[in-house]
């Protein structure tokens, strides 16, 4: 399979209602905002929707998920998890609401149809109290935790073209 044919996920979870765990959602609406894709991307607004994100995914080649992660760093780190890595920060909940995610994953995978997957996480600022806007912080990180996606994307055959 050429890298061109391969179906690309870009999909973002996360709650929206609780500032920076919203992150996620945010930065695929930013994406949607201002850049087209290649015709083997998807973008996605998973939202909390756990094992509702089974067919997406298995109709995906390549995942690259987009979230809140709890690292223990300080606010506005961002992370990458891949392979064992991606497995064990979901199994031991670094995630902030992907429990679902890792179940999800491992359907796929005894159907035969997991993707592979990447994680670009970043640690919030605020995830507890109730509010539709990410923090400061979290916000000002929010362009390289795309250039990261960005290049993710782009090792993986997707192009992302800035909207005029």
Known sequence: MT????KILILGVGNILYAD?????????????TYD?????????GGNLGMRL??????SDYCI???????????????RFTGDDLR?????????????????????ELVGKRPETVVIGMEPYDFKNMSIELTDI???????MLDIALKELAE????????A
């Open 88 to 108: 064990k920060s979901l199994a031991f909940k670094d995630s902030m609401h992907q429990s679902d995610l890792v179940d999800t994953l491992i359907y796929c």
């Open 3 to 6: 890298d061109s044919s391969r």
């Open 21 to 33: 765990e919203g992150v996620g959602v945010r930065a695929v609406e930013r994406l949607l905002e």
């Open 54 to 59: 089974m067919q997406p995914l298995m109709d």
């Open 138 to 144: 979290v916000a000002d990180r929010l362009p390289a």
């Open 156 to 163: 993986a055959g997707g192009i992302a073209t800035p909207k």
């Open 65 to 79: 998920v987009l979230d809140a992660v709890l690292g223990g760093d300080q606010p506005g780190t961002i992370y």
């Open 37 to 45: 894709f290649s015709d083997n991307v998807t973008l996605m607004d």
